[in-house]
């Protein structure tokens, strides 16, 4: 995930972009379990592109991504709870995109939509999400979080 995010960071600050600025306040990259035998594992946190604090105890052997150190995990993943409401929804749902205003959320947990074509705006959030099938029972969910119109931005 950190060398994914690292390769965005750089992409986005590169030629054919409006030198667009990520950092961990405004944008991640993580992966979750979706899908599992066991329903405790649901939302455990499998990977991320920045240093989870959590993980570097050895007495936290888990960490759900609803309880992430890092506040854009930890708000993006309520953002897809509350858009979603359920896992079975979150994992079969066709859209994958969606757009939120990281303010209203954060000071109302209300979920309001937010983006104009084509500018860039700190404070709504754009996220897409991936599934991951690795077996029958078991899938991962990749999800992204980056300003919204960091790619509508290009010069």
Not at 14 to 39: H, K, M, W
Not at 84 to 113: G, I, P, R, V
Request: hydrophobic share 35%; charged share 20%.
């Amino acid at each position: 995930c950190t060398e994914q995010w690292t390769g965005l960071q750089q992409l986005l600050l590169g030629d054919g972009f409006q030198n667009v600025q990520i950092s961990e306040t405004n944008s991640t990259v993580f992966i979750l379990v979706a899908e599992s035998r066991y329903p405790s594992d649901l939302g455990i946190l499998v990977g991320s592109a920045h240093k989870e604090r959590n993980l570097d105890d050895p007495a936290k052997t888990t960490v759900m991504a609803v309880n992430s150190t890092q506040p854009m995990i930890r708000t993006t993943m309520l953002a897809l709870k509350e858009r979603y409401s359920s896992w079975a929804n979150l994992t079969h749902e066709k859209e994958q995109l969606f757009t939120f205003l990281k303010s209203s959320f954060l000071s109302q947990q209300q979920l309001e939509t937010c983006g104009e074509k084509g500018t860039l705006d700190e404070d709504c959030v754009q996220v897409g999400t991936q599934l991951i099938q690795l077996d029958p029972y078991t899938a991962w969910l990749a999800v992204i979080a980056l300003p919204y119109g960091a790619f509508s931005g290009r010069s």
